[in-house]
């Protein structure tokens, strides 16, 4: 089983970013999907979720508006994009896959906004 997260980098605050979530070894589109993110020294919050069945709640207040999670079952990935960022987006990102009891997480990403 695995979650590898892509895209994070360093970018200018106002910048964009598309981070993606690739799955493996599970039945990536029966799972709800999570995008985390934990900024230095604090802990970890998460900030959008994605059903198996496309329905999306939960953004955290501060991205929304400005992120957005979708997923593709086809491709067995899931996405985060983010527009407008600002430095105190700075984190490492992280997904998360659920279904039941059974959870994963993938390694993180590490995005910098700053000028």
């Known amino acids: 089983v695995q979650l590898v997260e892509s895209g994070g980098a360093l970018v200018q605050p106002g910048g964009s970013l598309r981070l993606s979530c690739a799955a493996s070894?599970?039945?990536?589109?029966?799972?709800?999907m999570r995008w985390y993110r934990q900024a230095p020294g604090k802990e970890r919050v998460r900030i959008a979720t994605i059903t198996n069945t496309g329905f999306i709640y939960n953004y955290e207040d501060s991205v929304t508006g400005r992120f957005t999670i979708s997923r593709d079952n086809a491709k067995n990935t899931a996405y985060l994009q983010m527009n407008s960022l600002k430095p105190e987006d700075t984190a490492v990102y992280y997904c998360?896959?659920?279904?039941?009891?059974?959870?994963?997480w993938g390694q993180g990403t590490q995005v910098t906004v700053s000028s």
């Open positions: 998360h896959a659920r279904r039941g009891p059974s959870v994963y």
């Open positions: 070894g599970f039945n990536f589109s029966n799972y709800d």
